[in-house]
T-cell receptor, first 114, second 114 residues
């Protein structure tokens, strides 16, 4: 089991550029979550999918953020255009369907927008 | 806003001592989970305790839950240098399609002094 795989591990970009973060969940897990972590705000849930369908995107900060899950093994989080305040560590996590199932996190993408 | 608040924010102890971290939350829950995060890595699930349980053990970890006080504690016995990490509690604020929507606390930064 390779775990949740995120890429890239680090991303440095200039303000205004498009950023795409990628995630491969654990095979067989039906739920996928995108979190953002900053010192000021801690861990924030941005969006989560169940069976590839977005269930709740109320945590997405604004229209510049979008997420897709075209199939069970891949998801993207896109920021367009990026701003310095988007700098954070973005985590993807997956969990199997059912009650009381722990989340399995990837190692995150550290995004720096200059 | 954060559902869970950990206390203390930071804790430093000598190797071999026990470490206790506390978590308080605001609304009724179905279960509470504890996670560990090493520097630069994703969160790792440690233990889950259901609302009808009062205590749970896993190796050197002991978790208690007091639903009347809306609080939980995580005890790490005989601490080791490798236990140095941040520890987060997470509560399920709602459930959709059988999967928790977890909300994470602010974390306790634990440092074990060799």
């Amino acid at each position: 089991d390779a775990g949740v795989i995120q890429s890239p591990r680090h991303e440095v970009t200039e303000m205004g550029q498009e950023v795409t973060l990628r995630c491969k969940p654990i095979s067989g897990h039906n739920s996928l979550f995108w979190y953002r972590q900053t010192m000021m705000r801690g861990l924030e849930l941005l969006i989560y999918f169940n069976n590839n369908v977005p269930i709740d995107d109320s945590g997405m900060p604004e229209d510049r953020f979008s997420a897709k899950m075209p199939n069970a093994s891949f998801s993207t989080l896109k920021i367009q255009p990026s701003e310095p305040r988007d700098s954070a560590v973005y985590f993807c996590a997956s969990s199997p369907r059912g009650h009381n199932s722990p989340l399995h996190f990837g190692n995150g993408t550290r995004l720096t927008v200059t | 806003s954060q559902q869970g608040e950990e206390d203390p924010q930071a804790l430093s102890i000598q190797e071999g001592e026990n470490a206790t971290m506390n978590c308080s939350y605001k609304t009724s829950i179905n279960n509470l989970q504890w996670y560990r995060q090493n520097s630069g890595r994703g969160l790792v699930h440690l233990i889950l305790i259901r609302s009808n349980e009062r205590e749970k053990h896993s190796g050197r970890l002991r978790v208690t839950l007091d639903t009347s006080k809306k609080s939980s504690s995580l005890l790490i016995t005989a601490s080791r240098a490798a236990d140095t990490a941040s520890y987060f509690c997470a509560t399920d604020s709602e459930q959709i399609f059988g999967n928790e929507k977890l909300t994470f606390g602010t974390g306790t930064r634990l440092t074990i002094i060799p």
